[in-house]
């Protein structure tokens, strides 16, 4: 099903990870400090409270252009020598890291293109453009990042500009790791548990190569998309693989594979996907399904009115299932808040769904009077709402195939809906989440 990496990628990426210390991120910190931003550290209450931890949010999201991104672009292009400079950059982004990038080419005067996917939000397409303005064209290619990183690689090659990887090369990943040095200086100590969203791979190898030298004790926990975990899947493989399809929701993270250089940097680190050992220090990766990062986005917002991107909600999304003992001490990574406003219906959506609140079903109804009424009384619950009503079919002129979306008052309503739905004449078919025709449908 995946496609592994041939043997020579992941030896090469060894060799060019030893390169990446906490010396490297210490010198990076000096280097990027004068245009980034020394993000807050925040005590939240209610997630201490609902954990039993003392629990940080480490808003990257009230970063100079929303993300981290910017620390590694900026890291890697303030290093580039005169000639670099005048060839101009290359880069391929879901949207944060192209921001990074145009942010830094319009402050050092860089000319660069930047690539990014057809269903980068247009919110992130706009400012794109405003954070480099005369200094970046945006290019838009194929339908995910993996699409975009072809297009930029085949354009510096045939122009000489010099490409800037958004997680694979090590300049990136010490930028990346220059959020661990300022977590520690604010937090004053080490905390017990990080937990870090991935994407490919680079944010995480910063900040675990930065704790594994001056905080070992602490235990790293990287979270992915489910629909996208591509380091997973490289862990489980032995090296990268290419996934065959991957959910482009979470797009700040929906990677198709995860980096050379750092998938060596995790492994040799001791990353492992499973559960906690109990043991301080581990480095542990787990998925997250996306009804949960919308769960995540929408009690953030709702809660402490923080506009977090599902990749800067997937941190806060894993602490239900995080190794996490109480009294313990515990930082999560808002790594983003580039959301467009217009997603929140698919966000409220996919909340539902998986809060077991929202279901959907085809009823063939008889094509005689009262008949909704009926499926109204007898089969509907007194606190369920019907929140679509579509037919799709209509076999003949005795009954006709409608798509109902139910919305329940809560999650235990299911059960006496299908026990209604089951006594009832009419034929219903409860359409779950994943299949074809759930999908297709909704």
Same mark, same amino acid.
């Given at each position: 099903?995946? @496609?592994?990496?041939?043997? @020579?990628?992941?030896?090469?990426?060894?060799?060019?990870?030893?390169?990446?210390?906490?010396?490297?991120?210490?010198?990076?910190?000096?280097?990027?400090?004068?245009?980034?931003?020394?993000?807050?550290?925040?005590?939240?209450?209610?997630?201490?409270?609902?954990?039993?931890?003392?629990?940080?949010?480490?808003?990257?999201?009230?970063?100079?252009?929303?993300?981290?991104?910017?620390?590694?672009?900026?890291?890697?292009?303030?290093?580039?020598?005169?000639?670099?400079?005048?060839?101009?950059?290359?880069?391929?982004?879901?949207?944060?890291?192209?921001?990074?990038?145009?942010?830094?080419?319009?402050?050092?005067?860089?000319?660069?293109?930047?690539?990014?996917?057809?269903?980068?939000?247009?919110?992130?397409?706009?400012?794109?453009?405003?954070?480099?303005?005369?200094?970046?064209?945006?290019?838009?290619?194929?339908?995910?990042?993996?699409?975009?990183?072809?297009?930029?690689?085949?354009?510096?090659?045939?122009?000489?500009?010099?490409?800037?990887?958004?997680?694979?090369?090590?300049?990136?990943?010490?930028?990346?790791?220059?959020?661990?040095?300022?977590?520690?200086?604010?937090?004053?100590?080490?905390?017990?548990?990080?937990?870090?969203?991935?994407?490919?791979?680079?944010?995480?190898?910063?900040?675990?190569?930065?704790?594994?030298?001056?905080?070992?004790?602490?235990?790293?926990?990287?979270?992915?998309?489910?629909?996208?975990?591509?380091?997973?899947?490289?862990?489980?493989?032995?090296?990268?693989?290419?996934?065959?399809?991957?959910?482009?929701?979470?797009?700040?993270?929906?990677?198709?594979?995860?980096?050379?250089?750092?998938?060596?940097?995790?492994?040799?680190?001791?990353?492992?996907?499973?559960?906690?050992?109990?043991?301080?220090?581990?480095?542990?990766?787990?998925?997250?399904?996306?009804?949960?990062?919308?769960?995540?986005?929408?009690?953030?917002?709702?809660?402490?009115?923080?506009?977090?991107?599902?990749?800067?909600?997937?941190?806060?999304?894993?602490?239900?299932?995080?190794?996490?003992?109480?009294?313990?001490?515990?930082?999560?990574?808002?790594?983003?808040?580039?959301?467009?406003?217009?997603?929140?219906?698919?966000?409220?959506?996919?909340?539902?769904?998986?809060?077991?609140?929202?279901?959907?079903?085809?009823?063939?109804?008889? @094509?005689?009077?009262?008949?909704?009424?009926?499926?109204?009384?007898?089969?509907?619950?007194?606190?369920?709402?019907?929140?679509?009503?579509?037919?799709?079919?209509?076999?003949?002129?005795?009954?006709?195939?409608?798509?109902?979306?139910?919305?329940?008052?809560?999650?235990?309503?299911?059960?006496?809906?299908?026990?209604?739905?089951?006594?009832?004449?009419?034929?219903?078919?409860?359409?779950?989440?994943?299949?074809?025709?759930?999908?297709?449908?909704?």
């Amino acid at each position: 099903m995946w @496609q592994v990496a041939e043997t @020579q990628d992941v030896t090469k990426s060894t060799e060019s990870a030893a390169a990446v210390s906490a010396a490297d991120i210490d010198a990076a910190t000096a280097r990027i400090s004068p245009v980034i931003a020394a993000t807050p550290l925040q005590y939240n209450d209610r997630l201490s409270a609902a954990t039993g931890a003392n629990v940080f949010l480490k808003r990257e999201d009230l970063q100079v252009v929303r993300s981290y991104k910017l620390r590694g672009a900026y890291n890697l292009m303030v290093q580039l020598n005169s000639e670099e400079r005048a060839t101009g950059v290359v880069a391929a982004s879901a949207g944060n890291h192209a921001q990074g990038v145009a942010f830094a080419c319009r402050t050092m005067g860089i000319e660069g293109r930047i690539y990014v996917p057809h269903n980068t939000p247009k919110q992130k397409r706009d400012r794109i453009a405003v954070h480099g303005g005369e200094f970046v064209e945006v290019i838009a290619v194929g339908d995910t990042f993996d699409d975009a990183a072809e297009a930029a690689r085949a354009d510096a090659a045939s122009t000489g500009a010099v490409m800037v990887p958004p997680f694979d090369d090590p300049r990136t990943v010490a930028g990346q790791g220059t959020i661990a040095v300022e977590i520690l200086d604010q937090l004053g100590r080490a905390p017990d548990l990080m937990v870090i969203p991935v994407g490919g791979g680079g944010c995480l190898s910063g900040v675990a190569t930065y704790m594994r030298e001056r905080a070992p004790q602490t235990t790293i926990l990287g979270v992915e998309p489910a629909g996208a975990a591509c380091m997973i899947a490289a862990i489980m493989s032995g090296g990268p693989v290419t996934l065959p399809e991957i959910d482009p929701f979470v797009d700040g993270a929906a990677v198709r594979r995860a980096g050379a250089v750092t998938y060596a940097t995790l492994t040799g680190l001791g990353a492992r996907a499973g559960q906690a050992t109990g043991t301080p220090g581990e480095l542990l990766l787990e998925h997250v399904d996306e009804g949960a990062i919308c769960t995540a986005m929408l009690e953030l917002y709702q809660n402490e009115g923080i506009i977090a991107e599902p990749a800067g909600a997937l941190s806060v999304a894993a602490l239900p299932h995080a190794p996490i003992e109480p009294g313990s001490t515990v930082v999560c990574l808002v790594s983003g808040g580039n959301n467009d406003v217009s997603r929140y219906g698919e966000i409220v959506e996919r909340s539902l769904v998986h809060l077991g609140l929202k279901h959907y079903f085809l009823v063939d109804f008889p @094509q005689e009077p009262g008949a909704l009424r009926r499926f109204l009384d007898e089969v509907l619950g007194p606190d369920d709402d019907i929140t679509l009503f579509e037919y799709v079919k209509r076999n003949n002129r005795e009954t006709g195939a409608a798509l109902v979306g139910i919305q329940l008052g809560s999650r235990d309503g299911l059960e006496p809906l299908l026990e209604r739905m089951e006594k009832s004449r009419l034929q219903i078919e409860q359409l779950e989440p994943g299949s074809p025709a759930y999908r297709y449908l909704t």
